[in-house]
């Protein structure tokens, strides 16, 4: 049955990027490095941890769902052995492999069977046509400009707010305005307004006068459920834990 309130607490990009993630007893694994999204569904599956053990330095992709939030804590319930048989980020595609993906929450999962890293063909680490771009490392992507098919500058992306229990974002933040980036105002708008990218730049489903009456993108804000729910109202788009299958229904 479709939740008809978020509870499920938000966690802000800058918060997530740099962060230490540790295991149950409280060994240090690593630091995030980064975070894959995928642009079209507005969701998050996998992350990089740069991991750093003695001699040991190496990044890996780990799946998003065996990360644990609590308070201001994360962890993985991994091993540093486990840990270094994951794939390194230099394997990732750039568009949605499917057996790529499940191998590689296969392996996150406890009950999973152990085996190694999982394996492309090199057709699959690049996408075919530009348009075939879905996914972005989130450093990248923070920072991009912005603009709708009436080809108005709106622009850039700032923050991006996730809900970290199930990867989906909530909304994102947007720097625009200003001269001499004077009076510039960091405005909220929900990701399904985001219609993905073209030219190097974010392509957003939104009028520059509409974007000027978005509220503004404030942390003590989207982190209510009620806040998010207004939000969504304003723009005329149904919010994900509102929708038995978020995913799906953001690719249809």
């Not at 991991?51 to 993985?76: D, S």
């Amino acid at each position: 049955m479709a939740r008809t309130a978020l509870t499920h607490p938000i966690w802000l990009s800058r918060e997530l990027l740099d962060s230490e993630v540790f295991t149950r007893k409280g060994e240090r694994l690593g630091v995030i490095d980064n975070i894959q999204l995928d642009l079209a569904a507005g969701h998050v599956s996998y992350l990089v941890l740069r991991v750093a053990a003695g001699r040991i330095e190496k990044r890996v992709v780990l799946p998003w769902h065996i990360l644990r939030f609590e308070g201001k804590a994360i962890t993985a319930n991994l091993d540093l052995q486990r840990l270094l048989e994951a794939t390194e980020p230099e394997r990732m595609p750039r568009v949605p492999v499917d057996n790529w993906r499940q191998e590689v929450f296969e392996y996150g999962s406890p009950r999973g069977n152990r085996r190694p890293a999982p394996s492309m063909k090199v057709q699959d680490l690049q996408p075919k046509t530009p348009e075939a771009v879905r996914v972005g490392m989130l450093r990248a992507v923070l920072g991009m400009k912005l603009r709708n098919r009436r080809g108005e500058r709106l622009g850039r992306l700032e923050e991006v707010a996730v809900d970290v229990r199930t990867g989906h974002v909530a909304c994102a933040g947007i720097v625009y305005g200003g001269v001499l980036r004077l009076a510039r105002r960091l405005y909220a708008v929900p990701w399904q307004m985001f219609e993905g990218v073209e030219a190097r730049e974010l392509l957003l489903a939104v009028e520059r006068e509409t974007l000027e009456t978005a509220p503004d993108f404030r942390v003590e804000d989207v982190r209510r459920s009620e806040w998010l729910d207004r939000l969504h109202a304003q723009f005329q788009t149904a919010a994900y834990w509102t929708v038995r299958d978020p995913v799906a229904a953001r690719r249809a």
